[in-house]
């Protein structure tokens, strides 16, 4: 194997690799595609992989292959997750990423020290503060989403003071090392810091704010595989992890453009300020409560009915009675559609995918900026489990706290229906005009309990 | 400054571009199985631990080499299965039902 052409036979197989990684994201674009995206993702990591392997460098392949089929053992179950956990187990993988990136930037690093050049030196901290703030952070958020951890934002003064010294700490030790590189000491002092801040970033953030989180940590994890292969001097892995970072990067931009967030607000991790105004001491207010009975009544007579489905309906494993009425209103000529807003759930996307996974067909799932213009023209709108995404507080009342974000404009509908266990205020903490209108109607209960009532009532009626 | 470094910071920044130009047409529909993708194709960074627990450097070196490995390795495995579980399950309502 010392004739050049594995040396070039290998590096074509990086190259052929890179383009595949790029057609896999193009081909995600659409769902007629995006299937075809995956396997070319697959045959371009086997193509790489088969081609590092052939590296003259590796001279003992034992722990490589207990590497490989021990990965693969933990990789399929996190592969097989239930689709409601698909947020706390995106959340892990970018823990596990940043581990796999921190370890290697480790090594580099001592095997190295103390002669490591300038700009590698610069390259490997970047790696190492990225990947283990995303290491700690992504097991924060992974263990907020499943309830290992407490949900609510933990928040004290200072908060954002003490995270950005960490921060500026890390860096101070990073600058200094670029200079003088032979300190080991400082260089694992930097990574302790650097997975406290991880910590202390999650802490004050609450479930509702997690989209945005795991977009940023998704960014964080694809810029430290990138800060890697600058060490490494792989264009190949800077690509990928350049690939990934915008991804996380435009996502973020997203969601923090749905909650009315700054683009500074979420660069610096300050999530969950909303200033929950000391939910002032609301009078009952009266509302119009409905029966499952009433309410298919209803449906069953609109032509046009638009389903907003919200983190609700995710908790209460809804998504199956919601299509059972899709089909049901669908077979009696009703044309159901879904309204769904960027940030219902827990993570960009979930409601697409707990919808598609109950088989409601994805041409009926429309973004709010589709839907909005139809709402006026809709009989009903029937909320499940969403609620400041609804509030039209957030259009008219400049001193909402959630003034500015864009909502569905669920109140122009001549109906509107609310699914809801109670009347507690959503996670903004305010109360929700929207629940006191005159032709709104209030359905209390469980949501998989009430949608399947009345599923029942539109079946049952008319056999 | 290291020729190498100025080749791969322009790489870094056309991918950068590329990458915000291609991900920007990802439908929102498609958002989750998006962040699955990207996150199965960034555990590519297994390919650099394959070397560090194969080089025989030493034992610190083969350690942190295998645990990366078996961290990228249950990434990319289950990136992909759990992303193409998510796409099977988009269907229009033109496709058949099985």
């Known amino acids: 194997m010392t004739f050049p052409f594995a040396e070039y036979a290998v590096q074509v197989a990086y190259l052929i690799a890179t383009a595949l990684f790029i057609l896999s994201l193009k081909w995600l674009s659409s769902p007629t595609t995006a299937r075809r995206g995956v396997l070319a993702g697959e045959v371009g990591m086997a193509l790489a992989i088969v081609g590092t392997l052939l590296d003259r460098n590796i001279v003992d392949y034992r722990w490589i292959a207990i590497g490989l089929v021990l990965g693969s053992v933990i990789g399929v179950p996190l592969g097989r997750v239930p689709m409601t956990a698909v947020p706390q187990r995106t959340a892990l993988s970018h823990a596990f990423g940043a581990l796999c990136v921190a370890l290697v930037g480790t090594a580099e690093y001592f095997h190295r020290v103390p002669d490591v050049p300038r700009f590698m030196m610069g390259a490997l901290s970047m790696e190492v503060i990225l990947a283990s703030l995303t290491i700690t952070g992504s097991l924060m958020a992974a263990g907020k989403l499943q309830e290992v951890l407490p949900q609510r934002p933990i928040t004290y003064n200072g908060q954002n003071v003490i995270n950005l010294s960490l921060l500026a700490i890390a860096i101070g030790i990073a600058v200094f090392l670029v200079r003088n590189p032979g300190h080991p000491g400082l260089f694992l002092l930097m990574m302790a810091i650097s997975l406290a801040f991880g910590v202390m970033m999650v802490v004050p953030i609450g479930g509702a704010d997690m989209p945005t989180v795991i977009s940023l940590l998704n960014s964080y994890a694809g810029l430290s595989a990138s800060a890697m292969g600058f060490v490494l001097n792989s264009k190949l892995l800077i690509i990928a992890g350049a690939l990934d970072g915008s991804s996380g990067f435009i996502l973020s931009v997203i969601m923090s453009k749905a909650m009315n967030r700054s683009f500074t607000n979420v660069l610096f991790g300050a999530f969950g300020q909303v200033q929950t105004s000391a939910a002032a001491v609301q009078e009952a207010r009266p509302v119009h409560a409905a029966t499952a009975d009433e309410a298919a009544a209803i449906l069953t007579a609109a032509n046009k009915v638009v389903v907003v489905p919200g983190y609700g309906m995710a908790v209460a494993q809804a998504q199956h009675r919601v299509r059972d009425l899709f089909d049901a209103l669908t077979k009696r000529g009703v044309d159901v559609k879904f309204g769904i807003h960027p940030v219902a759930g827990r993570m960009p996307g979930q409601m697409n995918v707990l919808l598609a996974e109950a088989d409601v067909p994805y041409d009926a799932l429309y973004e709010s900026d589709a839907i909005n213009p139809e709402l006026s023209q809709t009989d009903v709108a029937l909320i499940i489990g969403a609620n400041d995404v609804t509030n039209p507080a957030a259009r008219t009342d400049t001193s909402s706290p959630i003034y500015g974000i864009p909502i569905l404009d669920v109140d122009k509908a001549r109906t509107v229906m609310v699914i809801k266990r109670g009347m507690s205020p959503g996670f903004a903490g305010i109360d929700n005009e929207l629940y006191y209108l005159d032709r709104t109607l209030m359905l209390f209960g469980d949501a998989k309990t009430f949608v399947g009532d009345i599923v029942k009532a539109v079946t049952g009626g008319h056999g | ?98």
């Open chain 2, 1 to 98: 400054m290291p020729s190498d470094l100025m080749t791969n910071l322009y790489v870094f920044m056309l991918a950068a571009f590329l990458g915000f130009e291609v991900i920007r047409r990802v439908s929102p529909l498609l958002h989750t199985p998006l962040m699955s993708l990207t996150n199965a194709l960034a555990a590519i960074a297994v390919v650099g631990a394959i070397v560090l627990a194969g080089e025989g450097r030493g034992a610190l070196t083969t350690v942190l080499g295998t645990v990366a490995v078996v961290a990228a390795t249950s990434n990319l495995v289950g990136g992909f299965l759990l992303t193409d579980r998510m796409l099977r399950m988009f269907k229009t309502s033109k496709t058949p039902k099985s």
